[in-house]
């Protein structure tokens, strides 16, 4: 399989709002398909970037893959481990395969959410941290350096 070489861009314009079949006024569009990231080289299911309208939800269930769920707006509850809690823009959930959960918009406005599925599977290499090579290509602007 031949990996990507060049930058790829999904604007959201590209990307309507579907609906979820089976939830209550879920939304998603799907920032990274399984195919796109097989070009990248990299496993991952799908990563979805989700809107619960309000009285909406995500209705119980689990998966057969890990699933990182990242609130990026408003207040939504979250069974979490057998229990409802709630939780606001900004909190992380990590959701083992197998394991049932549900989160439900507790806002008065929708609240948004990036879902990211990922494979699991045993004998896996350690992960580790990214690392990052600084190249000198020059900005549109002139960037400032923090403190200074």
């Keep these: 399989m031949a990996l990507a070489r060049q930058t790829v861009v999904k604007s959201a314009s590209e990307m309507p709002w579907s609906r979820m079949p089976d939830h209550v006024h879920l939304y998603h569009r799907e920032i990274v398909s399984a195919a796109e990231a097989d070009a990248l080289g990299v496993r991952a299911s799908s990563v979805l970037w989700e809107k619960i309208g309000v009285g909406g939800a995500v209705l119980p269930h689990y998966h057969d893959v890990a699933e990182i769920i990242h609130i990026t707006v408003g207040k939504v509850r979250l069974l979490c481990n057998g229990e409802w ?4 823009a900004g909190d992380t959930f990590h959701v083992p395969a197998g394991v049932i959960h549900s989160v439900v918009n507790d806002d008065t406005l929708p609240t948004e ?3 990211i599925f990922m494979p699991v599977e045993e004998n896996v290499p350690d992960n580790r941290f990214f ?3 600084k190249v000198p290509v020059p900005t549109e602007k002139p960037l400032e350096r923090a403190g200074g």
């Design 85 to 88: 809690k709630s939780y606001q």
């Design 113 to 115: 959410q990036i879902s």
């Design 131 to 133: 690392g990052t090579t």
